[in-house]
């Protein structure tokens, strides 16, 4: 039978190549960073663009996705807020497409009012379309 014998006392001592705390210490400050930068990050990078024929979105912080969903394609808007959202009177837009799986476009972060005005402009650009 084998004995695990843990050196409590060398845990503390003074010659240690890193001095106690420091890797969990570094981690928390480094998670808080990223947990703080990454969602202004995600939002900066965001853009959308309502164009004659079609909506326009851009996205990502180190893999940019530019995403062209055509007016003709769309089959209806949604303006969401969830509890968090509502909060802050932040809402999103979420365009529904002909399709199957992955077939809605979302566009968060929006100023509530500004998603109900984007979803009413969107609206009538389609119905300036069909015409």
């Known amino acids: 039978m084998v004995a695990l014998v843990i050196d409590i006392a060398g845990i503390a001592k003074a010659d240690r190549a890193i001095p106690l705390g420091v890797i969990s210490g570094t981690t928390v400050l480094i998670g ?3 947990a703080t930068l990454l969602p202004v990050l995600r939002h900066r990078f965001w853009r959308y663009e309502l164009r004659t024929e ?3 979105l851009t996205r990502g912080i180190w893999n ?3 995403t062209v969903v055509p007016l003709r394609r769309i089959q209806h808007l949604d303006v ?4 968090i959202e509502r909060n802050f009177s932040l809402g999103r837009l979420i365009v529904h497409t002909a399709g199957t799986q ?3 476009v979302v566009v968060p972060g929006l100023e ?9 402009e969107v609206k009538h650009a389609i119905n300036e379309y069909a015409v």
């Open 54 to 56: 079609e909506l326009a």
């Open 64 to 66: 940019r996705v530019h």
């Open 102 to 104: 992955g077939s809605s």
């Open 80 to 83: 969401s807020q969830d509890v």
């Open 112 to 120: 509530f009012e500004e998603a109900e005005r984007l979803r009413s």
């Open 32 to 34: 808080g960073l990223l």
